[in-house]
């Protein structure tokens, strides 16, 4: 299905060359504390962020300590648990960070997600499904360089995830460098919620404007938005895959869609 597996490390991409054998005698799996999950993520992975996390699993080798990490997460819409997976929202979790470092032979990435989901199954009884999402488009800086190519989720259909259809449509907000603006940070920013100031500063590190003495926050997102170095994107909304947990879960899936054509997408 293709050549090569993508890896991370300090939030640029590299490719493995697919095929090459994971010697298992070097490796363990094991549930992983939170802490530890999130500096990893949040170090290695381009978004440089961390979901809502139900269960975190990590990839240990022999003399390197942490070189993998697989975060079972809340979904950002927990209606997407029933849409994709046919299940109650309760019943779903999202894989909604997978990375591995780029020194990392190809074939541990379905090893480590096997043993990722057989632990999800052992810590989490009533989770039935798995939701996960590989976004096709890719993006580029303000200049035209690619710094995010597209994926099509191969490591998932590598594990016999499903393909049942795309996210919502919908349209980014770009920075510069061609980093996405989260819907979430602007929510929190315009509501005053907790994590409101945080989202600020990196507005600010974007290029946004400074808020003005007694501007209402859903005034400055506005204003930041329209007068800040922004851009549009529309997006057709990410790929959707799913696993059932159980024959039963399995059964209640919805059926699979057409893979698409290549494209730029790399993975």
């Known amino acids: ?7 991370w490390r300090w939030r640029r991409d590299s490719y493995r060359p697919a095929g090459e054998p994971i010697d298992p005698r070097r490796y363990g799996v094991e549930v992983v504390d939170e802490s530890a999950a999130r ?11 961390f979901p809502v996390a139900r269960l975190c699993v990590g990839l240990h080798r022999a003399g390197a300590g942490l070189v993998g990490v697989a975060v079972f997460s809340v979904p950002m819409q927990p209606r997407s648990v029933t849409r994709h997976a046919g299940q109650a929202p309760a ?16 074939n541990a990435e379905t090893w480590f997600l096997a043993r990722a989901f057989r632990a999800l ?9 798995v939701v996960s999402y590989s976004d096709p488009l890719p993006r580029t800086d303000e200049a035209g360089r690619e710094v995010k190519p597209g994926h099509l989720g191969i490591i998932y259909r590598a594990f016999n995830g ?7 449509a919908r349209t980014l907000v770009l920075a510069r460098d061609g980093r996405v603006v989260s819907g979430r940070t602007l929510s929190k920013i315009r509501n005053g ?6 989202g600020y500063e990196t507005l600010l590190q974007m290029g946004a404007p400074r808020r003005m003495p007694g501007e209402a926050d859903a005034a400055w997102v506005s204003r930041a938005l329209r ?20 024959e039963d879960a399995r059964a209640a899936l919805p ?5 698409p054509p290549r494209h730029p997408a790399r993975t």
């Open 1 to 7: 299905m293709t050549d090569i597996c993508q890896r």
């Open 39 to 49: 500096r990893f993520v949040v170090e290695h992975h381009y978004s440089a962020s």
């Open 91 to 106: 019943a779903g979790v999202e894989l909604g960070r997978f990375v591995l470092l780029d020194e990392e032979p190809a």
């Open 121 to 129: 199954r052992r810590e989490k009884s009533g989770v039935r499904a």
């Open 162 to 168: 499903r393909l049942v259809g795309r996210s919502s």
């Open 193 to 198: 919620e907790r994590g409101a100031a945080a």
């Open 227 to 246: 007068d800040g170095p922004f851009r549009r994107l529309p997006h057709p909304g990410n790929l959707a895959y799913v696993w059932g947990l159980d």
């Open 255 to 259: 059926p699979v869609v057409p893979f």
